[in-house]
Structure formats: C-alpha cells, structure tokens
C-alpha cells in the first residue's frame, strides 16, 4: 500500500487526534493542523516524536498552502459551551474553513471528507432523516452559529468540486 499525505483539521480535539492515530498506524503520513481553540497538546503528545506525525498551528479561516493526498477536514468546536462561546468565529470556522478546505482540495485534488452533525436538521419533526430532509432550525438560536454554519457547508460543499 502507498503511504499517503494525509491533512487532517481539527487533529488535536477529541476524534481528530484519534483519526490521526489511526491512520499513521495504517502506514500514512498525517499532518495535524489546530488551533488549539477547543483541542490541546495533551491529545496529541503520544504523536509529537512519530516521524510520520507532523503538526502546525494553524487556524482554518485562513487560507493554507501544502501538498496533500487526503484532507480530512474536522476543525470546529462541537459543544454547546464552546461553539456558543464566540459565535461569529464558529459561523467563519465552519464556512470559510470549509471553504478553505474545499479550495485546497480543488488545487491538488485531494479526497476530502467534510465532518457535519446531526444538527443540520436543528430539531426534527421527521425520524428518521433522509438526506432530502431539510430540517427544522431556528436561524435565530443560540445553537445557530453552529447549526447554520454546518448547514451552509452540508448541502453546498459538493458544488465547490
Ligand atoms: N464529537 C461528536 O459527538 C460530534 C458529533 C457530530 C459532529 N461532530 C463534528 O466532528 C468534528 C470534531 O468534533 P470533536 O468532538 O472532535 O470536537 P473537538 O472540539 O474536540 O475538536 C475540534 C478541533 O477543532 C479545532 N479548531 C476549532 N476551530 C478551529 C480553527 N478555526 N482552526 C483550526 N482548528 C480549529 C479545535 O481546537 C479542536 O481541536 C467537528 O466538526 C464536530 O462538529 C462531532
């Protein structure tokens, strides 16, 4: 099997960093891109001296540069607590972070896959959802930062390819 360049966003939060694990011990290279926001060294210590781990501090909302096979794209906060904390940085994190991403991926023809929550379905009146189910969300809400910036990624985000 080829050793592949993988990028994966978010690499130091809760699946991330187990993402990253997985797939160097699948025989990749993984460079784990963070800002540290909601993620912490700690998750990613076990990895620091792999040689096939690289990390950079990064925030997602700008734009990045490498040469990548694979993009993995999870960057954002997911509880409540800490996407409500600063809800114009979650609404950029989730759009142009994707966005980012999705141009990226263009650029060097990447694979990616695109983290969403069941939240783009707000509070449902249908279970369970199809992928034609729109959903039921406040736009207003406190969880619409959230919510409403997955949502704009969910539906779009293949159109970008
Ligand atoms: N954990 C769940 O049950 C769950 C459920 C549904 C969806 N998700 C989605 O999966 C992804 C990962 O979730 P998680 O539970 O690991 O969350 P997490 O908060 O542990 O990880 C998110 C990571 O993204 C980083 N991050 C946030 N903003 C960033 C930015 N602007 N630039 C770079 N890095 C940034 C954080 O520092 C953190 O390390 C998220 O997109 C989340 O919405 C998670």
Redesign the pocket.
Known sequence: MQRKKILI??G?????SHLCTRLINEGNDVLC???????TKDNILPLMDNPHFEFMR????FPLYVEIDEIYN??????PI?YQFDPVQTTK?SVH?AINMLGLAKRVKAKIFQ????EVYGDPKIHPQTEDYWGHVNPNGLRACYDEG?RLVWPNALRFL
């Open positions: 966003t978010g130091a939060g809760f699946l991330g891109v963070d800002n540290f926001y909601t993620g990064h925030d997602v909302t999870l960057a954002c906060p997911a509880s800490h994190t972070g983290a969403s929550t069941s997955v």
